[in-house]
């Protein structure tokens, strides 16, 4: 079965700082991959996606993430936070022909003003 | 912009009851999810549901639970006999047919559900 993992589940940077979440996943088929982030009292959203062709995606807000095959991650980046920044942020696989989105455990991002 | 709603927000409920949480996909969606969030757990996949059909399923969701688009907008989950194990927040999503829109899934804002 396939699994996400999520190695920082707390962050906590200053405002300007750079930011890297990692996100690796296990599974050995054709995966499409997804950032997904929960602003405090709000519904999950998405930031990016990777579905096929250059690794690098751009998402919204600045953010952008990697994917890279041979080491099955897909780590997100930001050069510099925001305070707006200070969320959840979830990782996710999906199998390209299935449906189900499997999940990390969520990173807790605090940026202090 | 369109987005996925979900009612109620929170229910409380006795164990052993049946519940009921309901969805409203965004309106030109195909394909519909539920996932549920157990305290301080991830995120898990429940159900998909595409042409009045269940097309993929987890091990969580056994007999116990059942979905049903019962007209042309909602969307809804069925718990029969609800556990203790069933308190979690119950997230609604859903997505387009067809290349990036079918790869998109769009996320409701949950129904908190605690079983007594």
């Known amino acids: 079965a396939q699994s996400v993992s999520q190695h920082n589940h707390h962050v906590i940077l200053s405002e300007a700082a750079s930011l890297e979440l990692g996100c690796n996943y296990s599974?050995?088929?054709?995966?499409?991959l997804f950032w997904y982030v929960q602003y405090p009292g709000q519904h999950l959203q998405l930031l990016l996606k990777?579905?096929?062709?250059?690794?690098l995606v751009k998402g919204i807000k600045g953010f952008e993430a990697e994917f890279i095959k041979s080491k099955f991650s897909f780590n997100l980046r930001k050069p510099s936070v925001q305070w707006s920044d200070t969320a959840e942020y979830f990782c996710?696989?999906?199998?390209?022909?299935?449906?189900?989105?499997?999940f990390g455990g969520g990173t807790r991002l605090m940026v202090k003003p | 912009e369109p987005e996925v709603t979900q009612t109620p927000s929170h229910q409380v409920t006795q164990m052993g009851q049946e519940v009921i949480l309901r969805c409203v996909p965004i309106?030109?969606?195909?394909?519909f999810y539920w996932y549920r969030q157990i305290l301080g757990q991830k995120v898990e996949f429940l159900v998909s549901?595409?042409?009045?059909?269940?097309?993929?399923k987890s091990e969580i969701f056994d007999d116990q639970f059942s979905v049903e688009r019962p007209d042309g907008s909602n969307f809804t989950l069925k718990i029969r006999s609800t556990k203790l194990e069933d308190s979690a927040m119950y997230f609604c999503?859903?997505?387009?047919?067809?290349?990036?829109?079918?790869?998109?899934?769009?996320f409701g804002p949950g129904t908190r559900l605690t079983v007594l």
């Open positions: 549901f595409y042409n009045n059909e269940i097309s993929e």
């Open positions: 996710a696989v999906k199998h390209n022909a299935g449906n189900m989105l499997t």
């Open positions: 990777y579905l096929s062709g250059d690794p």
């Open positions: 599974y050995g088929g054709t995966v499409n």
């Open positions: 999503a859903s997505s387009g047919a067809g290349g990036v829109a079918y790869n998109e899934q769009f």
């Open positions: 309106s030109n969606h195909l394909y």
